[in-house]
T-cell receptor, first 112, second 112 residues
Framework: GENVEQHPSTLSVQEGDSAVIKCTYSDSASNYFPWYKQELGKRPQLIIDIRSNVGEKKDQRIAVTLNKTAKHFSLHITETQPEDSAVYFCAARTGSARQLTFGSGTQLTVLP | DTAVSQTPKYLVTQMGNDKSIKCEQNLGHDTMYWYKQDSKKFLKIMFSYNNKELIINETVPNRFSPKSPDKAHLNLHINSLELGDSAVYFC???????????FGPGTRLTVT
């Protein structure tokens, strides 16, 4: 089955700096890669996703890049703000699967 | 309007008891899920239903039994609760299997 590894587990950045979280997946047939943000005590929320036929996707200050050859995808947050502080989860889905495999999460702290 | 709702939000109970968590979505989605989030924040799928049909049943003790009376509802019943069942349980829904669009607010279950 699919295996997703996420790094780093914790990340601290200064407000205004960029943050990058990276995930690697094992199954080359994976074709869908969403990212979720979970604030303390809240539900996870889908913030961006990318499919395997696209190399990059942007939505305001967040972007996701996909490298199918290396089997990794990354979340980029620019101009970080304190409200970006949360746990971020990546996930991957293989073509034939009907479920997502989640990474272990990254606690992002944006220092004012 | 609330997209995915769960009740109760908090559930404190003693070992050996039986309890239920209810979930409803008003999005018209075909697929609903139950996820368990443990103290280390890891998200683990438990069950998935598509159009009231069980399509994913992960390695979960048979003390856990899902029930989908219709496409908009997915309930979770837990028998003979154990200390290790303490976690946050999230319901979620999506238009199709293999994606995960909205999580419910979660039910924090504490077994004493």
């Amino acid at each position: 089955g699919e295996n997703v590894e996420q790094h780093p587990s914790t990340l601290s950045v200064q407000e205004g700096d960029s943050a990058v979280i990276k995930c690697t997946y094992s199954d080359s047939a994976s074709n869908y890669f969403p990212w979720y943000k979970q604030e303390l005590g809240k539900r996870p929320q889908l913030i961006i996703d990318i499919r395997s036929n696209v190399g990059e996707k942007k939505d305001q200050r967040i972007a996701v890049t996909l490298n199918k050859t290396a089997k990794h995808f990354s979340l980029h947050i620019t101009e970080t703000q304190p409200e970006d502080s949360a746990v971020y989860f990546c996930a991957a889905r293989t073509g034939s699967a009907r479920q997502l495999t989640f990474g272990s999460g990254t606690q992002l702290t944006v220092l004012p | 309007d609330t997209a995915v709702s769960q009740t109760p939000k908090y559930l404190v109970t003693q070992m050996g008891n039986d309890k239920s968590i209810k979930c409803e979505q008003n999005l018209g989605h075909d697929t609903m899920y139950w996820y368990k989030q443990d103290s280390k924040k890891f998200l683990k799928i438990m069950f998935s239903y598509n159009n009231k049909e069980l399509i994913i049943n992960e390695t979960v003790p048979n003390r856990f039994s899902p029930k989908s009376p219709d496409k908009a509802h997915l309930n979770l019943h837990i028998n003979s609760l154990e200390l290790g069942d303490s976690a946050v349980y999230f319901c979620a829904s999506s238009p199709d299997p293999g994606t995960l669009r909205y999580f419910g607010p979660g039910t924090r279950l504490t077994v004493t």
